[in-house]
């Protein structure tokens, strides 16, 4: 039963569209020298340097962290479906949710029994469950 829409204006319709399509274009932001040493990783830290080019956004450097690829803030935190996500451990935190605005990702650290559960009250509810996984 994923086929069901949030309830969008017209402008919030036309700002997630343009949020999915800059989301598709930014770039992967990197650490600085990710690739010389395997103990860095790649996860993301701003370069603070003296003498970093990367910090001073010098040409062939990888691109920056920066507020201009940021999405527009209505939508800012929405699933590209639409929905607001929100984390359920068990069937009574599906109750309080608004079907219309809302979807269930069911935490991780739930099991098969409580899950199968919730899918089964989530449908009962007309509540969109984003990780419903293989059925």
């Known amino acids: 039963m994923n086929t069901l829409k949030p309830s969008l204006s017209e402008y919030e319709k036309r700002l997630l569209k343009i949020k999915v399509e800059q989301a598709r274009k930014r770039?992967?932001?990197?650490?600085?020298?990710?690739?010389?040493?395997?103990?860095?990783?790649d996860a993301w830290r701003k370069p603070r340097g003296k003498h970093s080019k990367m910090r001073e956004h010098l040409a062939r450097r990888p691109p920056v962290v920066d507020s201009g690829f940021?999405?527009?803030?209505?939508?800012?935190?929405?699933?590209?479906?639409?929905?607001?996500?929100?984390?359920?451990?068990?069937?009574?935190?599906?109750?309080?949710?608004?079907?219309?605005?809302?979807?269930?990702?069911?935490?991780?650290?739930?099991?098969?029994k409580k899950r199968e559960a919730i899918l089964k009250r989530a449908d009962e509810l007309g509540i969109r469950v984003i990780n419903r996984g293989s059925e």
């Open 27 to 41: 770039p992967a932001f990197r650490r600085q020298e990710w690739f010389r040493y395997k103990k860095l990783g």
């Open 70 to 112: 940021r999405s527009p803030r209505i939508v800012r935190g929405l699933h590209p479906s639409g929905f607001r996500e929100v984390l359920v451990n068990n069937v009574s935190e599906l109750e309080r949710l608004d079907r219309n605005r809302e979807a269930a990702r069911i935490a991780s650290k739930v099991g098969a």
